[in-house]
């Protein structure tokens, strides 16, 4: 049997919000949380909020989780610039609106790994972005930190 990685993949995106009443931006602002689960944000004033995932309980808490595991991710350009898939389960937020969530301030990003034998790494970058669409989604990632090298 061949043996895989599963990952999950954490988005921090850390701008707050001054006003306790003022919408979220990112799972960082969402502050009166009920734990772990789904919740709007609104990281542009100027659109209408989405939905994501709030992870509060690794690293501190405030990551827009990502798991991947069984949906199918061979997908084409246009899924993958909208989004697809369950946000209680596996997902994936869209590639727009990870840039509209990096595009809002200082973003980092935690990748957890662990494979079939219960080793676990990750790897942590404190400077994370995706560009445009007119960039094609171009990944930004520097500053990092971890222990991934050793699964």
Same mark, same amino acid.
């Given at each position: 049997?061949?043996? #895989? #990685?599963?990952? =999950?993949?954490?988005? +921090?995106?850390?701008?707050?919000?001054?006003?306790?009443?003022? @919408?979220?931006?990112?799972? =960082?602002?969402?502050?009166?949380?009920?734990?772990?689960?789904?919740?709007?944000?609104?990281?542009?004033?100027?659109?209408?909020? !989405?939905?994501?995932?709030?992870? !509060?309980? #690794?690293?501190?808490?405030?990551?827009?989780?990502?798991?991947?595991?069984? /949906?199918?991710?061979?997908?084409?350009?246009?899924?993958?610039?909208?989004? !697809?898939?369950?946000?209680?389960?596996?997902?994936?937020?869209?590639?727009?609106?990870?840039?509209?969530?990096? %595009? *809002?301030? =200082? &973003?980092? +990003?935690?990748?957890?790994? &662990?494979?079939?034998?219960?080793? @676990? *790494?990750?790897?942590?970058? &404190?400077?994370? *972005? $995706?560009?445009? %669409?007119? #960039?094609?989604?171009?990944? /930004? $990632? %520097?500053?990092? &930190?971890?222990?991934?090298?050793?699964?």
């Amino acid at each position: 049997m061949e043996k #895989t #990685t599963l990952m =999950k993949l954490l988005l +921090l995106f850390p701008e707050k919000t001054e006003e306790p009443n003022q @919408r979220p931006i990112d799972c =960082k602002d969402v502050k009166l949380h009920k734990g772990n689960g789904v919740y709007k944000i609104y990281p542009d004033p100027l659109e209408p909020g !989405f939905d994501v995932y709030c992870d !509060f309980e #690794t690293d501190n808490g405030g990551w827009t989780r990502r798991l991947n595991g069984q /949906t199918d991710f061979y997908r084409g350009w246009e899924a993958y610039k909208i989004g !697809f898939g369950d946000l209680e389960a596996e997902f994936w937020l869209g590639n727009q609106r990870i840039h509209t969530l990096t %595009a *809002a301030g =200082k &973003s980092e +990003l935690r990748v957890d790994m &662990s494979d079939f034998d219960g080793n @676990r *790494a990750y790897a942590k970058y &404190s400077t994370f *972005a $995706v560009g445009d %669409a007119v #960039t094609n989604y171009k990944l /930004t $990632v %520097a500053g990092y &930190s971890g222990n991934a090298g050793e699964l």
